[in-house]
Nanobody
Framework: QVKLVESGGRSVQAGGSLRLSCGAS????????MGWFRQAPGKEREFVAR????????GYANSVEGRFTIASDHTRDTMDLQMDNLKAEDTAVYYC??????????????????WGQGTQVTVSS
């Protein structure tokens, strides 16, 4: 089992920056990749960014490309999401997720095995 704990969510004004962190514990050696997802009120959870622990490959949703940066420190089993130029539409609960499967890494959120409790990000315009 893997436990994930997010931190860093808060309220910020549009155009501002925020850094989310996710700490992993447990059987982290089994993980193939980690990622960030978000869910806005009344909407389905959506992919934001992912990081492959295998080769450092990263991926981003079109809506955040160029504004968000994902980074991981394997030595400390942490993963961060640097969010710049935030927009009101970035308001959501952000979830850290992890998977032991390369197939799942490229799959929608429902396939991912491990989840954090979520952290609220609110962007006011």
């Amino acid at each position: 089992q893997v436990k994930l704990v997010e931190s860093g969510g808060r309220s910020v004004q549009a155009g501002g920056s925020l850094r989310l962190s996710c700490g992993a514990s447990g059987r982290t050696f089994s993980l193939f990749g980690m990622g960030w997802f978000r869910q806005a009120p009344g909407k389905e959870r959506e992919f934001v960014a992912r990081f492959s622990r295998s080769d450092g490959n990263t991926g981003y949703a079109n809506s955040v490309e160029g504004r968000f940066t994902i980074a991981s420190d394997h030595t400390r089993d942490t993963m961060d999401l640097q969010m710049d130029n935030l927009k009101a539409e970035d308001t959501a609960v952000y979830y850290c997720a992890a998977t032991s499967s390369e197939t799942t890494y490229y799959s929608p959120y429902k396939a991912w095995e491990y989840w954090g409790q979520g952290t609220q990000v609110t962007v006011s315009s």
